[in-house]
Nanobody, 125 residues
């Protein structure tokens, strides 16, 4: 059973930076895709970024491309999301997710089997 725990959220001014962390346990191989999603109040949960756990390949939503960077440390079973140039529209609860079924489509929520509890990111003007 994979367990995911996010941390690093908080309140930041527009233009600032935050780094989110996701601690993963229960990974049984390198054949996983790990992802970040976010959900703003009154909106659907949306895909933000993903990383192939073994190969390190990365993907981003257009809305965060060039501002966010996803990475992982396989020795620590940690995934990170470095968020720069934050804007108020980035305000949301951020979730990490994982799946071993890496053939599934990248962006739909139901492509992922395991989820963390979320961490709040608030960007003020």
């Amino acid at each position: 059973q994979v367990q995911l725990v996010e941390s690093g959220g908080g309140l930041v001014q527009a233009g600032g930076s935050l780094r989110l962390s996701c601690a993963a346990s229960g990974l049984t191989s390198s054949n996983y895709r790990m992802a970040w999603f976010r959900q703003a109040p009154g909106k659907e949960r949306e895909f933000v970024s993903a990383i192939n756990w073994g190969a390190g390949s990365t993907w981003y939503a257009d809305s965060v491309k060039g501002r966010f960077t996803v990475s992982r440390d396989m020795t620590k079973n940690m995934m990170y999301l470095q968020m720069n140039s934050l804007i108020p529209e980035d305000t949301a609860v951020y979730y990490c997710a994982s799946t071993s079924r890496t053939w599934r489509s990248m962006q739909p929520q139901d492509s992922y089997d395991y989820w963390g509890q979320g961490t709040q990111v608030t960007v003020s003007t």
